[in-house]
């Protein structure tokens, strides 16, 4: 297992495009999380995913951003209508559930550019 | 609210000195998880420490240790004899149990150490 696997590294897009970004995680991991983090900041949460089942979205997650995770192994976040202040970078992340207070494994994340 | 503050935005040292990571948390829960990531320039995360609310027994790994005192809701991080490869931005991150475990993290705004040589 090579660990939690994100494509693309870099994605530069024209305002109002859309996009999608792809996460695998480790094959035995039933949780999935999605974070923002923005230069200089911590990596805030954006939703995570319990086998197929997304448990939470965060506030951050506005109408233009959805994600899925059909039949709970790889997931798919995608934004709509690309804002300027989407740029960041998007981390993915997987445990397992029994697992979860012992720390994910994290991906090395999608770096966004909305031009 | 739950929160994490990390104050020091940057600190630079010279190999071989010793250097401590602030965080301070805030939360009204008494069962919670405190860990510390590593944000090396390659963008991933790297899992360091976990510690939960009751166990506030310092721990060291190496030429890491960490020491939690629930009194001043403190989790900080030393790295003795720092080295080049310990710069990165360091996170110290926040989970609740109560409500249920949903592994989700609160972080800190992160403190970049540049250790010279």
């Known amino acids: 297992d090579t660990g939690v696997s994100q494509n693309p590294r870099h994605k530069i897009t024209k305002r109002g495009q859309n996009v999608t970004f792809r996460c695998d995680p480790i094959?035995?991991?039933?949780?999935l999380y999605w974070y923002r983090q923005t230069l200089g900041q911590g990596p805030e949460f954006l939703t995570y995913f319990q086998n197929e089942a997304q448990l939470e979205k965060s506030r951050l997650l506005s109408d233009r951003f959805s994600a899925e995770r059909p039949k709970g192994s790889f997931s798919t976040l995608e934004i709509q209508r690309t804002e300027q202040g989407d740029s960041a970078m998007y981390l993915c992340?997987?445990?397992?559930?029994?697992?979860?207070?012992?720390?994910?494994?994290f991906g090395s994340g999608t770096r966004l550019t909305v031009v | 609210a739950q929160k994490v503050t990390q104050a020091q935005t940057e600190i630079s040292v010279v190999e071989k000195e010793d250097v401590t990571l602030d965080c301070v948390y805030e939360t009204r829960d008494t069962t919670y998880y405190l860990f510390w990531y590593k944000q090396p320039p390659s963008g991933e995360l790297v899992f360091l420490i976990r510690r939960n609310s009751f166990d506030e027994q310092n721990e060291i790994s190496g030429r890491y240790s960490w020491n939690f005192q629930k009194s001043t809701s403190s989790f900080n991080f030393t790295i003795t004899a720092s080295q080049v490869v310990d710069s990165a931005v360091y996170f110290c991150a926040l989970s609740e149990v109560v409500g249920g475990n949903t592994g989700k993290l609160i972080f800190g705004q992160g403190t970049t150490l540049q250790v010279k040589p």
């Open positions: 992340a997987s445990s397992d559930r029994d697992r979860v207070d012992y720390g994910y494994t």
């Open positions: 094959s035995e991991h039933n949780r």
